[in-house]
């Protein structure tokens, strides 16, 4: 377990990725998806709301909903910017970034429970979900997996 433990939160931070580089390239995928759909919701004239996901904007209070999809956007550009900038200088955090995901990915569906919204239609985020929890899940395994049977590889040729 402290093994798992260092690999997620490495004592050494650095431009290194142990283990396979799949994770890595799944990650540089979605961080540039990530960034793209967060400028969607701060540069879109309705932030999304109506054009995307389907909500009725013909009501009292669209400009407030307006306003929220384009906070949510800038709060997804901030976590895409994170991603960005490990994957470009900080690669030994890969993992705590999709351990990050996954849990960021939780919450969102936690809050759809919590607080439901009627739709005209299953919001492309929402299918999103259901995608990419279970590969950031799958890549958070993969990640930790092969970077233990590289250590392990490592301390047996070194013996």
């Known amino acids: 377990m402290k093994k798992i433990i260092e690999i997620i939160l490495p004592k050494t931070i ?3 990725i142990q283990g396979s580089k799949i994770p890595f390239y799944v990650f ?3 961080a540039i998806f990530s960034t793209v759909r967060s ?3 701060i540069f879109s004239s309705d932030g999304g709301a109506g054009s995307i996901a389907g909500l009725d904007l013909a009501v009292s209070g669209a400009d407030g909903i307006i306003f929220a999809f384009a906070l949510w956007g800038s709060s997804q ?5 994170i991603q960005l900038i490990v994957l470009l200088r900080y690669r030994a955090l890969i993992p705590l970034m999709y351990l990050m995901l996954v849990i960021e990915i939780l919450l969102r569906q936690l809050v759809g429970i919590m607080k439901p919204v009627t739709f005209a239609h299953t919001p492309p985020g929402a299918i999103g979900n259901q995608l990419v929890l279970p590969l950031s899940i799958i890549m958070l395994i993969f990640t930790i997996w092969s970077a233990l049977k590289q250590t392990n590889k490592t301390k047996s040729s070194c013996s």
């Open 14 to 16: 650095d431009n290194s």
């Open 28 to 30: 540089a995928i979605y």
């Open 39 to 41: 400028c969607i919701h």
């Open 77 to 81: 550009l901030l976590f895409a910017i």
